[in-house]
């Protein structure tokens, strides 16, 4: 099995021989590491050495570079502030759907008019293993709704009140990767780093208190993606494949 893992922020732990992929969108370089029976292909979302900003990922270029490894899922790594008093800091979070508020975000489909359904915004077979294996790694483990903005800046107190109303975290790069998966056929799903809780729910969180979470929370989201590598079934029944086809007008 091929499997593909997307790291954000503090989540750079893949051991293996880098190569460079070169696609239409850019060149990415992509770590291949193998466990087990497993190849897993793991991108550094925001480039090598984290250099890119939420609002400058080459979103298109990670999606493609995974896709030509021939990987048939993709597990994508986040970093997410709390909207909730009950999801802290240090907790991990398993999305079950989101909200884009981003904007001048990419397709690949700038021609032509293809609709990918997202009325099961990631996919189930995927999910659920990053949730049993979350689960089994931290015991509580919170769910819910993803807001996703453009950044680069954070939120305002009224944005968050607002957003409170509908979700449980905001982040910035959960969209347009979802949907770049789904409309290269990529099985996708998420897991949460929870780092802070947003504004108006607490003064400002020090940076050093942030880092400090992201040192004792990696080797916590390191096991959980090994027992996901090993947990994935190794034929989808899923309907994630072919989204794109079933989506053309």
């Known amino acids: 099995m091929r499997i593909g893992i997307i790291g954000g922020t503090g989540i750079y732990g893949y051991e293996g021989n880098t190569v460079s992929v070169d696609t239409a969108y850019g060149e990415v370089e992509v770590v291949h590491a193998v466990q087990g029976d497993h190849a897993v292909f793991f991108v550094p979302r925001h480039g090598a050495g984290h250099v890119l900003p939420p609002h400058r990922v080459n979103h298109r270029a990670n999606l493609q570079a995974l896709a030509d490894c021939h ?61 049993a294996a979350a689960r089994s790694r931290q015991g509580e483990v919170a769910e819910g709704v993803y807001a996703c903005t453009s950044g680069p800046r954070l939120e305002t107190p009224a944005e968050v009140a607002l957003l409170q109303q509908f979700a449980h975290v905001v982040g910035m790069t959960l969209a347009p990767e979802a949907t770049l998966a789904r409309e290269r056929g990529l099985c996708y799903a998420s897991l949460s780093l929870v780092s802070n809780l947003a504004a108006g729910l607490q003064k400002a969180l020090p940076a050093q208190e942030i880092a400090a979470i992201y040192d004792r929370m990696r080797p916590v989201v390191m096991a ?21 086809e079933r989506g053309q007008l």
Not at 231 to 240: A, D, F
């Open 71 to 131: 990987v048939d899922r993709v597990i994508g790594i986040t970093t997410v502030g709390s909207l909730r008093e009950d999801i802290t800091p240090g907790m991990l979070f398993v999305p079950g759907d989101f909200i884009d508020f981003t904007v001048s975000r990419p397709t690949f489909f700038d021609r032509g008019a293809v609709h990918v359904d997202m009325s099961q915004p990631f996919c189930p077979e995927v999910r659920e293993a990053v949730l």
């Open 224 to 244: 959980v993606l090994r027992e996901v590598v090993c947990s994935l079934p190794e034929e989808r029944s899923c309907g994630c494949r072919g989204a794109a």
